[in-house]
């Protein structure tokens, strides 16, 4: 298994500011993807994160809301630009190995925009 | 149409019960199956594959119907610790490594 983890676990931020979590793995993974499960609700993939490169998007996902880097094999953030209430929701960190049919989650950051 | 259409429950059910959930999927196409827990206020963690010809791992029985593009997770000898938020999933066709979620089938075992 791979030990992931996210930060913050939680915030509460103010409408129309940003915040920028945190994915560390703790051994090089081949896919690293951001999801969304907002209450009640299932996991939405936002994007892939691309070592090196741009992000890939889901659709009616972009860049500008929220930017993704992921400088190396075991590292990625998540940035939510511009929050408004509806960004209040469970984000998730996901990791895929080469060869290892499945993925892992880290423990989520749970964010309340007021 | 959803493409991973699950039975939200919540199902509640005595402990020591059988409990039996399905999960329909839409596109034909789909190669990979799995079944995901998630507790409370946890993330998700797998379960179980589902394979072509069924699969069990103790309680757990899981089934593929490919010709009906359903899902099975039978739980037998149900414990209070079963209870959870059951996820249905399958791959994205556009990337093995992607993955289409269900929105779940909550269930809660009772003593």
């Known amino acids: 298994s791979a030990v992931i983890s996210q930060k913050p676990s939680r915030d509460i931020c103010q409408r129309g500011t940003s915040l920028t979590i945190q994915c560390q793995v703790d051994?090089?993974?081949?896919?690293m993807f951001w999801y969304r499960q907002q209450p009640g609700q299932s996991l939405t993939l936002i994007a892939t994160?691309?070592?090196?490169?741009?992000?890939?998007?889901e659709s009616g996902f972009v860049i500008d809301k929220f930017p993704i880097s992921r400088p190396n094999l075991t590292f990625s953030t998540l940035t939510v630009s511009n929050m408004s209430p509806e960004d209040s929701s469970i984000y998730l960190c996901?990791?895929?190995?080469?060869?290892?049919?499945?993925?892992?989650f880290g423990p989520g950051t749970r964010l309340t925009v007021l | 149409r959803k493409e991973v259409e699950q039975d939200p429950g919540p199902f509640n059910v005595p402990e020591g019960a059988t409990v039996a959930f399905n999960c329909t999927y839409s596109n034909s196409a789909s190669q990979s199956f799995f079944w995901y827990r998630q507790d409370c206020r946890k993330e998700p963690k797998l379960l179980m594959s589902?394979?072509?010809?069924?699969n069990e791992d103790g309680r757990f029985t899981a089934q593929l119907n490919r010709a009906s593009q359903y899902i099975s997770l039978l739980i037998r000898d149900s414990k209070l610790s079963d209870s959870a938020t059951y996820l249905c999933v399958v791959n994205s066709l556009t990337s093995n490594y992607q993955l289409i979620w269900g929105a779940g089938t909550k269930l809660i075992i009772k003593p």
């Open positions: 994160a691309n070592q090196g490169s741009e992000a890939t998007y």
């Open positions: 589902v394979y072509s010809s069924g």
């Open positions: 996901s990791v895929v190995r080469a060869g290892v049919n499945e993925q892992f």
């Open positions: 051994s090089q993974v081949t896919m």
